[in-house]
């Protein structure tokens, strides 16, 4: 089995919650897309980073079904593991740095995947979601990505949201495919930095969000179309 790193990223203020993610620092072990892509596809995280070259930060990104030039958790924990000012992606360079307890990636929201941004009128109506099955009334069509959020304090910049990458068909293929498709048996994504930039970006100001259980991003508008995005990351193997 090749070595890798379990990293939880924008883990809650007591350092639990946060999304999984894995990490190969050797990148060089795998260095063919479909043997990366196997390897993402079985250890099932919603992402995992092949590290191709330490020292400048480039690195590769998986789901378990695809290939991801740019995406937010990702990001933020590869940059914790490796300290580096910043990280090359197929998308561009983000920028990196460390504040206290935060790490920050400088990303812009043409990179991120689609997700459709659906508004909700408080936070216990976010609560009360259902995952998807596709039903009536439930957030989503087959293989679309819904990111589920309301206001906790507007004028605080507080926000709720929950994160749901969509079904798939009995053949566990998405029916839209893409860059929007689920992520391999993640019925519910837990933090999606992603999500959290194409949020600020529509909005225009610094959010602090809440995200699946107990998780937290924050983000904040910069200038140029650019966008920070920050949380805690946290080695759990």
């Known amino acids: 089995m090749t070595d890798y790193d379990v990293l939880r990223v924008f883990c809650g203020p007591d350092g639990g919650y946060g999304n999984r993610l894995g990490v190969v620092r050797d990148g060089s ?10 390897l993402a596809g079985e250890l099932g995280f919603s992402e995992t980073v092949f590290v191709d070259d330490p020292e400048r930060g480039v690195i590769d990104i998986y789901t378990p079904t695809l290939r991801l030039p740019f995406a937010g958790h990702p990001c933020v924990g590869t940059a ?28 812009r929201a043409e990179w991120a995947p689609p997700r459709t941004l659906r508004q909700y009128p408080d ?3 976010v609560d009360a979601l259902q ?32 994160g749901f990458p969509g079904r798939v068909d009995e053949r566990g293929a998405s029916r839209s495919g893409g860059a929007g ?11 999606t930095g992603a999500a959290a930039l194409l949020l600020t970006d529509r909005l ?5 969000i809440t995200q699946g259980r107990g998780s937290q991003i924050l983000t904040a508008p910069q200038p140029h179309g650019w966008t920070e995005i920050g949380g805690r990351v946290r080695l759990e193997r």
Not at 30 to 36: E, F, I, Q, Y
Not at 181 to 191: H, K, L, Q, S, V
């Open 29 to 38: 072990v795998l260095p063919g897309r479909a043997d990366r892509q196997a």
């Open 131 to 162: 995952v998807p099955s596709g039903k009536p009334g439930e957030p989503g069509e087959p293989g679309e990505w819904v990111y589920a959020w309301a206001w906790e304090d507007e004028a605080a910049g507080r926000v709720r949201a929950r």
């Open 80 to 107: 914790w593991l490796l300290d580096v000012p910043e990280l090359v992606t197929p998308a561009g360079v983000v920028g990196v740095r460390l504040d206290g307890e935060f790490t920050w990636i400088e990303a």
């Open 204 to 208: 225009g100001r610094a959010l602090n």
């Open 181 to 191: 498709a689920r992520t391999g048996g993640i019925d519910e994504d837990e933090a």
């Open 123 to 125: 936070a216990a109506a």
